[in-house]
């Protein structure tokens, strides 16, 4: 069983930045082959998907609405996925969640992921 936490949400004004830390509970984390992912779901909406890393973090892929603000990136030393969020806005405002899969590749979808941590907050301010 792989268990995922994350760290690193807060309370932070528009244009600032934060990272958050997603670590794994797996004993090695690159011979688990998982690729990765971070998705968000603010009050009253739908999951969404922000962004993507394989397994060996040579590949990425984000939602528009993150692109050039946000940087997945991963240490399999570390068992860590982390995302960089820079030039926040009010409505990046939500609970940012930290996802693993079987799969060794990119994952846009909630059900290609079998591995969910508990969700850290981040608020955006105006």
């Known amino acids: 069983q792989v268990q995922l936490v994350e760290s690193g949400g807060g309370l932070v004004q528009a244009g600032g930045s934060l990272r958050l830390s997603c670590a794994a509970s797996v004993r090695t984390f690159s011979s688990a082959a998982m690729g990765m992912g971070w998705f968000r779901q603010a009050p009253g909406k739908e999951r969404e998907f922000v962004a993507t890393?394989?397994?060996?973090?040579?590949?990425?892929s984000y939602a528009d609405n993150v692109k050039g603000r946000f940087t997945i990136s991963r240490d399999n030393a570390k068992n860590t996925v982390y995302l960089q969020m820079n030039n926040l806005k009010p409505e990046d405002t939500a609970v940012y969640y930290c996802?693993?899969?079987?799969?060794?590749?990119?994952?846009?979808?909630?059900?290609?992921?079998?591995?969910w941590g508990q969700g850290t907050q981040v608020t955006v301010s105006s």
């Open positions: 890393i394989t397994w060996s973090g040579s590949s990425t």
């Open positions: 996802a693993g899969s079987r799969f060794s590749g990119l994952g846009y979808r909630s059900a290609e992921y079998d591995y």
